[in-house]
Structure formats: C-alpha cells, structure tokens
C-alpha cells in the first residue's frame, strides 16, 4: 500500500517570497511522484512529475521538486510566489505496478495563499 | 486538441434514486480513471480502464458503484440507490499510460438530497 502526507492544510506567504509545500510518501516500490495545482472551480493540472532520472524535475509556472530517496520526500518549491500562484496543490503517488497506469494516491492537498 | 470532458458538470438527485456520470476522455489514449473528491480532500482513486476492461477496480466503495466503457473510450460510472455521503465531486482522467501522467476533465459535483 502507498500513502502521501503533505504537511500543512494551508501554507502562507509574501508575493516574491520562496515558496515550500512538504510531501512525503510511503511506497514499496520506487514510486512515480506527481504534483498537481487545481484552481478554484478548475480540474486538476499536471505540474511536474519524476519517473526515473534525475531527481531534481522542473515543471511549468517556475515550480520545481527533488525526489529524495533517503528522505521518501518530494517536496515542491519556487524561488518567488506570484499571486497568481494562489491555489490548492496535491501530491500524489504510483507504484504503476499496472505496467505503467494506476491510479494515483494523492495526499490531502495544501492550501498556499499569497499575501501582498 | 479536446482535453478530457465531462458531463453533467452538476448533478443534484434525491437519496435513492440513480445516476449516471459520463467521461469523454482525450482521443487515444488507452487508460481512463474515476476518482471522487470529497470537500477539503485530494481525489480517491475509484476504478481504471485499460481499454474496454476495468484493470483495477479496488477503489470502487461498495456495490451500488459500477463503470463501464463498452468501446475504449466513452465511460459511464453508475450509482444506485445513492446516499447522501456519496455527495462529491467525481473527476475524470485520462492517460496514454507510458508514464502514468494523468490528465483531469473538470469533473461533475454530485449532490445527493
């Protein structure tokens, strides 16, 4: 079984400040690990992902993540928050033990307000 | 090109009637997904399709859930006697399956009186 924490129900900070949300997960296998962003009344957009390789992704917006191994961490970072970047973020988790489709474990979500 | 569509975008029934929710996912690719989303929780995986054939069904709550997806695209997740916790919003997804990168439609908010 798989599960994803992601530390924080809601995460504030200043317009241009680092942006963190925290993502742990449990796997038995190497995991595929995803982030999501979902705008309100929006469905669920892809952010990054990290299959294999290096282990620093980047994805669209200026968002990155680093999957730790040591760690079973993939935390989600960008240098500097935009407004616009106010919305919920969701972790989530594969073991894509079905040959490379599963359904995804994803964690409870994190709340990032900017504030100006 | 389309993304994945949903439809209805709300639907509001009374406790014990039936539902249908219907998914067009993104032409070609083989897997669809179904996952609820309760108020102030990240999706639950319910049921994926490779196919025509539902490879994991897993996540499905209990009997009064069922899907279908006859011809390898169109699918239909089904309700019956719905309750008032089956109230959420029930997403969609789509993949070509080679890395597992899901593509969401906007889901249907179900609202069970």
Redesign the interface.
């Given at each position: 079984a798989q599960s994803?924490t992601q530390l924080g129900s809601h995460v504030s900070v200043s317009e241009g400040a680092l942006v963190l949300l925290r993502c742990n997960y449990s796997s038995s296998v190497p995991p595929?690990l995803?982030w999501?962003v979902q705008y309100p009344n929006?469905?669920?957009?892809?952010l990054l992902?990290y299959?294999t390789g290096a282990t620093l992704v980047k994805g669209i917006n200026g968002f990155e993540a680093e999957f730790k191994k040591s760690e079973t961490s993939f935390h989600l970072t960008k240098p500097s928050a935009h407004m616009s970047d106010a919305a919920e973020y969701?972790c989530?988790v594969?073991d894509?033990s079905?040959?490379?489709?599963?359904?995804?474990?994803?964690?409870?979500?994190t709340h990032l307000i900017i504030q100006p | 090109g389309a993304g994945v569509s949903q439809t209805p975008s709300n639907k509001v029934t009374e406790k014990g009637k039936y539902v249908e929710l219907r998914c067009d996912p993104i032409s070609g690719h083989t897997a669809l997904y179904w996952y609820r989303q309760s108020l102030g929780q990240g999706p639950e995986f319910l049921i994926y399709f490779q196919g025509t054939g539902a490879a994991d069904d897993s996540g499905l709550p209990n009997d009064r859930f069922f899907a279908v997806r006859p011809e390898g695209s169109v699918s239909t997740l089904k309700i019956q006697r719905t309750e008032r916790g089956d109230s959420a919003v029930y997403l969609c997804a789509s993949s070509s399956t080679k890395n597992n990168e899901q593509f969401f439609g906007p889901g249907t908010r179900l609202t069970v009186l």
């Open positions: 994803v595929y995803f999501y929006q469905g669920l957009q892809l992902k299959t969701f989530a594969s894509h079905g040959g490379g489709a599963d359904g995804l474990t994803f964690g409870k979500g | -």
